[in-house]
């Protein structure tokens, strides 16, 4: 079978999957991407991401979606301010120009947003919550949290740091490094704390 007819399974609509999705797209590949999430908008997407140029930008721009990227980015959002609970300034950047310039941020919903339109209609299964998968034939019969099975050519696991898949390719377990980030937000932070602004 030529590998342009096999099936390909993502398991995973991070920005992982879903950008390997539209490259493989793009290329021709028969490609499915399943996604836990019950859909796009299941959950914040969390917060934004730098890409770098010879990473996330580098995928970006093979997969034509820099114009997006760059129509959806947050100009100033590399930039760092780090102030005690008495608003002293400890650290600040913002006089760094060049900061964005080589790693620029986006959230990551918008990105989310602008890798899911670029895929074909009903390339992402929502609701697929990866449960286990078997052999069958020449490929894999992928078993879901609902009960849900499909057949795939070939598997890939895009499921993020406790990927499902990963046990299928390797004994090597996940392991907590010793470092824990709490991270917050303070909405409308340009009104709330104009004066740190
Ligand atoms: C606090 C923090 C800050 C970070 N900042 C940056 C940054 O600035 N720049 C940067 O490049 N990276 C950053 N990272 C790393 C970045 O989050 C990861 O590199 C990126 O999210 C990996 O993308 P992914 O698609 O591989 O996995 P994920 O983003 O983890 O996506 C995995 C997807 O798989 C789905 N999924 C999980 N399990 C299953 C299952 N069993 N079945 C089906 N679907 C499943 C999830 O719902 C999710 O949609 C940061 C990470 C953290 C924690």
């Known amino acids: 079978m030529n590998i342009k007819d096999k099936k390909i399974a993502i398991v995973g609509g991070g920005p992982g999957g879903l950008t390997l ?41 093979k997969a034509n ?9 947050l100009p100033d959002a590399g930039k760092l301010r780090i102030l005690d609970n008495n608003g002293k300034i400890h650290l600040d950047d913002h006089e760094n120009e060049h900061i964005a310039e080589h790693r620029p941020e986006i959230d990551r919903g918008p990105l989310r947003k602008i890798l899911l339109e670029s895929l074909q209609p009903e390339t992402v299964v929502w609701d697929s919550q990866f449960v286990s998968m078997k052999r069958e034939n020449d490929g894999w019969l992928l078993l879901f949290k609902n009960e849900k099975e499909y057949y795939a050519d070939i598997v890939i696991g895009a ?5 499902k898949i990963r046990p299928y390719l390797s004994d090597i377990k996940a392991i907590y490094s010793g470092v824990t980030i709490v ?15």
Do not use: T
Not at 28 to 56: C, M, P, T, W
Not at 65 to 73: G, P, S, V
Not at 159 to 163: E, L, R, T
């Open 159 to 163: 499921d993020g740091a406790n990927s």
């Open 21 to 61: 999705a539209r490259l493989l797209q793009q290329e021709g590949f028969i490609v499915k991407v399943y996604e836990r999430d019950i859909n796009k908008d299941a959950r914040v997407q969390g917060a934004n991401l730098d890409l770098h140029e010879e990473s996330g930008l580098a995928a970006l721009k």
């Open 183 to 197: 991270e917050g937000n303070i909405y409308d932070a340009n009104k709330k704390c104009a004066q740190y602004f």
């Open 65 to 73: 979606l820099l114009d997006a990227f760059y129509a959806n980015y």
